[in-house]
């Protein structure tokens, strides 16, 4: 506040300002921010690298180091009771001889479970279809899930360690244990792993927990343990949109999770608890099912519920174990989601994707197929599964057939 002598007070608003011990260096550059503002302000928000997430809260926050080349964005906001005000400084601090700039996927790339947000499973890139060759191979550890292939990099996940190869070469990149400190189950994982803004993201499937290792160096960035409880498992896949990560659990007290990608939470769903039973994002609706024997379409921003239905009252399949184990796959073209039950029927629905809700007039499922988990991918004017034999791949016509 301010007294101009006649009794009358002006509030204050605070200007962001701030200064840097170092602007330019060889990686790792460490440097130390300080906080120049003025106006009292009481919260500050830094962002360090221009990822668009708030990397520090301190009014002087600890050493920040960068580890990868290239020039980056800094910017500080603070904050009082009579306002904010936001200073940033492009291109303000240059890194040289570090690490290679983080990957930015592209169509080629595999970088979450069936390659995409609506697990339709298909990819631009043709695969051999005679005669293929070994090129190399590695022995990454015991693996539950398929690889992630970035840039020039294969990401294996596996019980308890996580290792990077490169993709022409086979050559081993980097490799290191997961979770924490050897507890049984931690560091585990049934869930598929899945990339974003050069940050591997491990669900494990022990201790509630998950957690992000750098894709470059394998360095732990952060780790989140407890959600759910301590015998929760982390066993869905995991999918990154826009800085935010999305993921379920099952057994303890389960739920539905959104965490931005430098660790913090955004929000979270309770639930019946999810195994193997990952989510679609589709528009602004994140849709998956559980073990309620339930479909559910949450605000992807909030969590709030748009609508929930019952598998059993709304599709022509027999009651009974009609949990939902696999993943979500949304067919955009047709306006359809597929997925199948552990009761062994594949079913599809209509999903109108602005309002988020289900067409519950407008349901179709398989004739019995055999108990299964699998996630159906998109297949031309089909939707596609495996059923329990490991072997025999079913169909059902997709709404464009």
């Known amino acids: 506040m ?24 060889a990686a790792p550059l460490a440097v130390r921010f300080t906080d120049l503002s003025t106006g009292e302000p009481t919260e500050w928000a830094w962002e360090f690298d221009g990822d668009g997430t708030v990397d520090a809260t301190e009014q002087n926050p600890p050493t920040y180091t960068y580890d990868m080349e290239g020039t980056y964005m800094v910017s500080l906001s603070v904050t009082n009771a009579n306002g904010s005000d936001t ?11 570090g690490l290679p700039p983080v990957p930015v996927p592209d169509a080629s790339d ?50 308890g ?20 400190g050897g507890i049984v189950g931690a560091g585990s994982n049934l869930g598929p792993v899945c990339y974003g803004n050069g940050t ?18 394998g360095k732990q960035l952060w780790r989140v343990s407890g959600l759910g409880g301590k015998y929760a498992q982390t066993n869905t896949p995991v999918i990154y949109e826009d800085h935010r990560i999305y993921f379920g659990n099952w057994n303890g007290n389960p739920g539905y999770y959104c965490y931005y990608d430098n660790g913090t939470e955004c929000w979270s769903h309770a639930g019946s608890g999810y195994y193997w039973a990952g989510a679609a994002i589709i528009g602004d609706s994140l849709v998956f099912g559980g073990e309620d024997k339930c479909l559910t379409s949450l605000d992807k921003t909030t969590g709030e519920v748009i609508e ?21 796959m949304y067919d955009k073209e ?26 519950t007039d407008d349901a179709i499922a398989s004739a019995y197929i055999g108990q299964t988990t699998s996630t159906p991918p998109l297949c031309t004017k089909a939707a596609c599964m495996s059923v329990s034999d490991g072997c025999t791949i079913r169909t059902i016509p997709s709404s464009t057939a």
Not at 20 to 25: F, I, M, P
Not at 87 to 97: E, L
Not at 310 to 321: A, E, K, N
């Open 2 to 25: 301010r007294n101009w002598g006649d009794g009358a007070v002006t509030p204050v608003v605070p200007v962001a300002d701030f200064s840097t011990d170092k602007t330019a260096g």
């Open 87 to 97: 200073i940033t400084k492009d291109d303000y601090i240059t890194v040289v001889g």
């Open 110 to 159: 595999t970088v979450m479970f069936q390659y995409n947000l609506h697990h339709t499973g298909v990819t631009t890139e043709a695969g051999p279809v005679t005669s293929p060759e070994c090129a190399w191979y590695a022995h990454t550890g015991y693996m539950n899930t398929d690889p992630l292939i970035i840039d020039d990099m294969v990401v294996s996940a596996c019980s």
């Open 161 to 180: 360690n996580l290792s990077v190869n490169n993709r022409i070469t086979g050559e081993c990149l980097w490799y290191t244990v997961t979770g924490n």
């Open 200 to 217: 591997i993201f491990f669900p494990e499937s022990g201790e509630g927990a998950i957690s992000a290792y750098n894709i470059r160096t």
């Open 308 to 328: 929930a239905i019952s598998v059993t009252d709304t599709f022509p399949i027999p009651d009974g174990s009609n949990q939902v184990r696999s993943s979500v």
């Open 334 to 359: 047709g306006g359809y989601c597929y997925f199948t039950t552990s009761s062994g029927y594949c079913c599809g629905i209509g999903f109108d994707a602005p309002t988020g809700t289900f067409r």
